[in-house]
């Protein structure tokens, strides 16, 4: 990754030396007040703040200071490197930053505009995409606790996008490359090999409440799945944006030779399967292994558009509309909307090509 060889990822997902001075205030960020946004943005009033992704470990490492010995991708020299794995770590320094918990108000702009002290919020959104997406899944419940530890009041709500595909719980894996190539022929021998390498290079904080759960059945393993735990262990309020031909999220199902129901895996079936999914969102109550904790049924949006990482893009977050049968278009932010709002039309999913706009 950081040489950017046989990868789609780069050192700028390693270091923030490369980030640039200010976000460009597009997609969830962007204002409307300009008159050139397509439809309000429900965020766009909110204190907001753009958490760099510089740690590789999808928000969940606690590992400083890690010497790994691979081969060069060029030279294919035997290579020695120290690398940070401190995701929670940097999202635990910033929620401190936030909250001024020895540290100096946060400062912003020419006229140094003091941001608010996070614990006088009464709504906090976390939100994140693809490794974001990742972040927001297994730290979202832990936010919460720790914002209501110090305001009790205070409503959050998750946002997640690129990161949930068909779960990976109950595929079978006896056809797929990682069985061929490694011996892993089963959800639990691959969740289980994830699970471990996790946590001997990151040393992963875990998300409690699954692995509590699971600990009765001796199958933590599933907690490695990010989908299994967002159908069964998220209880905080969360919405999911999904795209139902994502090619770098159904890659792994595709190019794995993974099968569901006797069958191999396409970009069709990908899609297929992620639509039921999100499907299953208003009765999660009901069949997820925590439902009776959940404080408020999920909402989604599910298009059939290919992009992936949507949320910091103003073309994906606002001109993207699916339009059910005898209905009118809609658009995600309209979902989340109805969602907030507690309306049937919470979730919505693209039927075909036909009842899709993508840019």
């Known amino acids: 990754r950081w040489c950017s060889v046989d990868t789609n990822f780069s050192k700028t997902q390693m270091t923030s030396s490369t980030s640039p001075p200010k976000t460009d205030g597009e997609g969830i960020f962007a204002r409307s007040s300009d008159g050139t946004l397509p439809a309000p943005n429900p965020l766009e009033d909110a204190n907001q703040v753009l958490l760099k992704y510089c740690s590789s470990d999808t928000w969940r490492g606690t590992a400083r200071d890690v010497e790994v010995e691979a081969p060069h991708p060029v030279s294919g020299a035997t290579t020695r490197y120290r690398v940070h794995f401190l995701g929670r770590r940097i999202l635990e320094a910033v929620l401190a930053t936030l909250r001024r918990e020895g540290a100096p108000a946060t400062v912003y702009g020419a006229q140094a505009t003091e941001l608010p002290d996070l614990d006088e919020a009464t709504e906090v959104v976390l939100a994140g995409a693809s490794a974001g997406g990742g972040g927001t899944t297994f ?39 990682a069985c061929s190539q490694m011996g892993l022929c089963s959800d639990s021998a691959f969740l289980g090999y994830g699970l471990q390498a ?136 309209d979902a989340w909307s109805a969602w907030r709002q507690g309306a049937a039309t919470s979730v919505v999913v693209s039927r075909s090509p036909s009842d899709t706009q993508c840019p």
């Open 198 to 333: 996790q946590e001997g290079l990151w040393r992963v904080a875990p998300e409690e409440s699954c692995n509590a759960h699971h600990a009765q059945d001796d199958a933590g393993w599933k907690c490695a799945s990010d989908t299994h735990v967002i159908l069964h262990h998220l209880t905080t309020p969360f919405f999911v944006r999904q795209g139902l031909s994502d090619g770098l999220i159904s890659d792994p199902y595709v190019e794995g030779k993974l099968k569901v129901d006797g069958q191999p895996f396409t970009l069709a079936t990908f899609g297929r399967e992620v639509a039921g999914q999100l499907e299953q969102f208003p009765t999660l109550a009901a069949t997820a292994e925590e439902g009776t904790a959940l404080v408020k049924a999920p909402g989604g949006y599910g298009p059939l558009c290919p992009k992936h990482e949507t949320l910091r893009s103003t073309p994906d977050t606002f001109n993207v509309t699916i339009t059910p049968s005898g209905g009118t278009p809609v658009r995600m932010f």
């Open 139 to 177: 730290n979202l419940d832990w936010l919460r606790s720790e914002l209501r530890a110090h305001n009790p009041a205070v409503e959050v709500l998750g946002l997640v996008d690129s990161t949930f595909g068909p779960d990976l719980v109950g595929l079978d894996y006896s056809q797929g490359t």
